[in-house]
């Protein structure tokens, strides 16, 4: 009997990756993260510097903003980022972009410098006040994050102070 000669078609790596991906079900996370890495080019400089594409998940993008007032002002301009996400990955995926308040940027290296400062402007008196306030919450998580807030607060009020007399 004689053997056929069937020829072999060559499929390109990327191929054959993405089939694999996809049947362990992980081909979303891959376009998850080409979402996540083109969000930059398709918003600009000043945009993804206080936005971030949190998730992806069935045609929605939800993506966390600094501020409520950066929501309301992506809202007026949704539909242009979709169009250009859409665009720069060469797929339709993107039907939908939500945005929420949640993203605190990361600092720049200045002001990591100038965190163990933040942490020395408290005084005893300040942690006092601090513990005598959230002592009476019920709700130690609660109590845990005020005290965060209140600590910082009066850090920044402080350091603000010390710049003023200098």
């Known amino acids: 009997m004689r053997r056929r000669n069937r020829q072999i078609q060559l499929q390109p790596i990327g191929e054959v990756l993405f089939s694999v991906l996809k049947k362990k079900g992980m081909a979303s996370k891959l376009e ?5 890495q ?4 398709a918003v600009g400089e000043q945009i993804a510097a206080k936005t971030k594409p949190e ?6 993008l939800f993506v966390k903003t600094v501020s409520s007032v950066w929501v ?11 169009d250009k996400l859409n665009q720069l990955s060469g797929k339709h995926a ?11 940027p990361i600092k720049e290296k200045d002001d990591v410098s100038a965190s163990p400062a933040k942490k020395n402007v408290l005084k005893k008196r300040d942690r006092d006040m601090i513990d005598e306030c959230t002592e009476v919450l019920a709700d130690r998580e609660l109590a845990s994050v005020l005290q965060r807030v209140m600590q910082l607060e009066i850090s920044r009020r402080r350091q603000i102070e010390s710049r003023k007399v200098r």
């Open 32 to 36: 998850e993260n080409a979402l996540i």
């Open 38 to 41: 083109l969000w930059p080019t």
């Open 55 to 60: 998730s992806f998940r069935n045609g929605i």
């Open 72 to 82: 309301q002002q992506l809202h007026f301009v949704k539909q242009d980022i979709l």
């Open 94 to 104: 993107t039907k939908e972009i939500r945005f929420m308040v949640g993203y605190s």
